[in-house]
Each structure stands twice: as C-alpha cells, then as structure tokens.
C-alpha cells in the first residue's frame, strides 16, 4: 500500500502570500492518480487538481499542481481569505486497486 | 448537474451493520464510465476509502475492511449502498459518496461528493 505524507501539517501564512504543500509517496505514483481537494470545516472535499497538475472545472488559476513519481506540489500563488482550509493529496494504486490519501495540511491565517 | 446525497441512520448500535444509500440525481448512475465510491472521515482526522462499485456490479473495498464492507448498486432507483457489519466505536464518522471518475486521458479523480452523513456507534 502507498503512504502518502503531506508537509507541513499546518501552514501560517497571510493573504496574498504564496502557499506551497508538499506531499510525498512511499514509492512512485502515476501522474495520472494524484489528486488535491481542499476541505473546509463541516463541508464536503472538493476537488482542486488532478491528474498532477490539471485544475478541476472552477478552480482559479492561482491553484497549480506539479510534480512526478513520489514528490508532489500544491501551490498557490496569492492566498484569498477563502484559501484557509485543510487540503489533502490523494492516490489511486492499481495494484491493489486502491485509494490513499495524506494526512492533510492545515493552511490557517497568521 | 450531478449532484450525491447520501441517507441513513444516524446512530448504529455496536455489533450492528451500518446501513447507507446514496442517491444520485442529475443525471443517470449508469451513464458514463464512472465508479461509485464511499469515503469517511472520523472527526478531526482525515479521509479512508472503503471501497467503490461499477455500475456492472464489479466491486473494490479497502484491504482493511474488507471483511466487514459490502457495496452493491441498484440502477433502477439510481442508488448505491454500503453495509459495514460488525461495527464499532471507531467505525464512527462522517460517510461521503463520491463519483469516481477517469477521463479521456486516464486521469482519476472524486470529482463529485455528497454532502456527508454523520454516522454514530453507541448503545
């Protein structure tokens, strides 16, 4: 089973800074099966990026994603008061055929 | 537009199954190569997948809780189901449906969530 490992667990940091969340595999994840969502509190996930680095329909472009085998990126560019939230990385492994997900980061106003 | 709203009781005894549906509106369950997945999230802590179903009625569930978790899809009311049997205090958590989608390009995301239901485990 892939573990993956997001960092850090909480972010601090002030509108209009730049955020960037990393998340990394116990062994090499297809590009094509990872993906970030952004979870605020008593909502559902919502799907920011997948396939590495292609933004969900809706998604503003100051969310990007990058990355390849076991390291990963979130970035975004310019923090909004609406960016504060939990954001978790996700797999899907093909062999077992099986979803993981990170921890979570905490991305909160300082 | 697709929209998942799951339904069920809100508090299981122990040693109980879990019972949960998730209807699909919007749009046609069988429409499209999607799976059907079932995700939770104790409180303060962070998401595990249970399984998913294909709209054939071919299943996949989480190695560990496969002994305890059936899914099963019922086309003609645009639904699926989870069962979890056996279940316990740390079975409690809130329980989101997902659509489970690949596009043209093998890309594999949840792209539409239900809102979540908050299952509890107590006598």
């Known amino acids: 089973e892939i573990v993956l490992t997001q960092s850090p667990g909480t972010l601090s940091l002030s509108p209009g800074e730049r955020a960037t969340l990393s998340c990394r595999a116990s062994?090499?994840?297809?590009?094509?099966?990872l993906a970030w969502y952004q979870q605020k509190p008593g909502q559902a996930p919502r799907l920011l990026i997948y396939g590495a680095s292609s933004r969900a329909t809706g998604i503003p472009d100051r969310f990007s994603g990058s990355g390849s085998g076991t390291d990963f990126t979130l970035t975004i560019s310019r923090l909004e008061p609406e960016d504060f939230a939990v954001y978790y990385c996700?797999?899907?492994?093909?062999?077992?055929?099986?979803?993981?997900f990170g921890q979570g980061t905490k991305l909160e106003i300082k | 537009q697709v929209q998942l709203q799951e339904s069920g009781p809100g508090l299981v005894k122990p040693s109980q199954t879990l019972s949960l549906t998730c209807t699909v509106s919007?749009?046609?369950?069988?429409?499209?190569?999607?799976?059907w997945s079932w995700i939770r999230q104790p409180a303060g802590k962070g998401l595990e997948w249970i399984g998913r179903i294909y709209t054939s009625g071919s299943t996949n569930y989480n190695p560990s809780l496969k002994s305890r978790v059936t899914i099963s899809v019922d086309t003609s009311k645009n639904q699926f189901s989870l069962k979890l049997s056996s279940v316990t205090a740390a079975d409690t958590a809130v329980y989101y449906c997902?659509?489970?989608?690949?596009?043209?390009?093998?890309?594999?995301?949840?792209?539409?969530w239900g809102q979540g239901t908050m299952v509890t485990v107590s006598s």
């Open positions: 996700q797999q899907y492994g093909s062999s077992p055929r099986l979803y993981t």
């Open positions: 919007g749009g046609s369950i069988s429409s499209g190569s999607y799976y």
């Open positions: 997902a659509r489970d989608r690949e596009n043209w390009n093998g890309e594999r995301a949840f792209d539409i």
């Open positions: 062994q090499s994840v297809s590009s094509s099966y």
